[in-house]
Nanobody, 125 residues
Framework: VQLQASGGGLVQAGDSLRLSCAAS????????VGWFRQAPGKEREFVAA????????NYAASVKGRFTVSRDKSRNTVFLQMTNLKPEDTAVYYC???????????????????WGQGTLVTVSS
């Protein structure tokens, strides 16, 4: 499966933004699709994930309550709705798909899953 993330941009603290991850090809029911981010000078980190077969989700503690991940199977697309954005949310955001539950793909890497190109989110204070 090939993934393409979009929707990034420059926003102010407190604003909202919605990222989209469009998939071409089949996403298996045993897969989850997740969002990861990498800030300048920092390691990549898990943000959120959703099961492709049901509505199970998983969130990093830093975004829980502010971000919502969802999927639209009819459009083969996963969304990340981000609200109350903070400067520390500034990063390149990537979507990725891999075998397992939303909890299991926390440790997904480019070797173990399918990754799309990132989209930059910049939050100014």
């Amino acid at each position: 499966v090939q993934l393409q993330a979009s929707g990034g941009g420059l926003v102010q603290a407190g604003d909202s933004l919605r990222l989209s991850c469009a998939a071409s090809g089949r996403i298996f029911s045993s897969y989850a699709v997740g969002w990861f981010r990498q800030a300048p000078g920092k390691e990549r980190e898990f943000v959120a994930a959703v099961s492709w077969s049901d509505t199970r989700t998983n969130y990093a503690a830093s975004v829980k309550g502010r971000f919502t991940v969802s999927r639209d199977k009819s459009r083969n697309t996963v969304f990340l709705q981000m609200t109350n954005l903070k400067p520390e949310d500034t990063a390149v955001y990537y979507c990725a798909a891999g075998f397992g539950s939303p909890g299991a793909i926390v440790t997904l890497t480019p070797r173990t899953g399918s990754w799309g190109q990132g989209t930059l989110v910049t939050v100014s204070s």
